[in-house]
């Protein structure tokens, strides 16, 4: 029951949409009727600026990681075996499906990049950093966050199928299922950037205040 409970309770934590709550009491707009309408860490650095998009990117990766820890309330899992593990991917997987579909904003919400790193960076802090390695290269060569991300995402099972040899089956599963609907979340991003279409971004670049 208690096991419910705190995957509910995760998922609550995920449908708590910060770039819907810092563009509405910020800035007095719905950052989804914005931009690329996405609810997201990316289009609020495009609409909002540097300031809101980190406030954003900073919360959503936070919602990961706290979900996550709400595995620690859980007594049945003691830490260090694979019930443990089992059970901090199933809270994190709750929460980003509440930040995709959150219950609080009429399901509209984004697509789960940054939540899914805090999720990664919670359970196994290291392999996130490699992320972050991979992420930010892609994003200094090509200036796509939609290319950077779908690389991170690919890079993922890779380096824990390869680098960590990740025993837990479970977490393996989870990390070649979360590249995958990461790129088809991206489908259009991907026809964008075939097409020559896809915009880029600099994130040092100050935003106008006009929207």
């Not at 910060?18 to 009491?25: D, H």
């Not at 509209?108 to 789960?112: A, E, H, S």
């Not at 899914?116 to 999720?119: H, I, R, S, V």
């Given at each position: 029951?208690l096991?419910?409970?705190?995957?509910?309770?995760?998922?609550?934590?995920g449908?708590?949409s910060?770039?819907?709550?810092?563009?509405?009491?910020g800035?007095g707009?719905d950052?989804?009727?914005?931009?690329?309408?996405?609810?997201?860490?990316?289009n609020?650095?495009?609409?909002l600026?540097q300031?809101?998009?980190i406030?954003?990117?900073?919360?959503?990766?936070?919602?990961?990681?706290?979900?996550?820890?709400?595995?620690l309330?859980q007594?049945?899992?003691?830490?260090?075996?694979d019930s443990?593990?089992?059970f901090?991917?199933?809270?994190g997987?709750a929460?980003?499906?509440?930040?995709?579909?959150?219950?609080w904003?009429?399901f509209?919400?984004?697509?789960?990049i940054?939540t899914?790193?805090?999720?990664v960076?919670s359970?196994?802090?290291?392999a996130?950093?490699?992320l972050?390695?991979?992420?930010v290269?892609m994003?200094?060569?090509?200036?796509y966050?939609s290319l950077?991300s779908?690389?991170?995402?690919?890079?993922?099972?890779?380096?824990?199928?390869?680098?960590?040899?990740?025993p837990?089956?479970?977490?393996?599963i989870?990390?070649?299922?979360?590249?995958?609907?990461v790129v088809?979340?991206?489908h259009?991003n991907?026809?964008r950037?075939?097409?020559g279409?896809e915009?880029?971004?600099n994130?040092?670049?100050?935003k106008?205040?006009?929207l």
């Open positions: 029951m096991s419910i409970i705190l995957i509910t309770l995760a998922y609550l934590l449908s708590i910060t770039a819907l709550v810092v563009s509405k009491v800035y707009i950052i989804r009727e914005h931009g690329s309408g996405n609810a997201g860490a990316t609020t650095f495009r609409v600026g300031k809101a998009g406030i954003v990117m900073i919360g959503d990766i936070l919602k990961g990681v706290i979900a996550v820890q709400l595995a309330l007594s049945n899992f003691p830490q260090g075996q443990f593990v089992n901090e991917v199933l809270l997987i929460s980003v499906v509440g930040h995709v579909f959150p219950i904003s009429d509209r919400g984004g697509k789960g940054a899914l790193f805090g999720m960076l359970i196994q802090p290291s996130a950093l490699l972050i390695v991979v992420f290269t994003l200094i060569i090509t200036q966050v950077s779908i690389s991170a995402s690919i890079a993922f099972p890779i380096i824990i199928l390869f680098i960590y040899r990740e837990e089956i479970m977490y393996r989870f990390a070649v299922s979360a590249a995958l609907v088809l979340t991206h259009k991907i026809n950037l075939m097409h279409n915009s880029k971004m994130l040092f670049k100050r106008s205040k006009d």
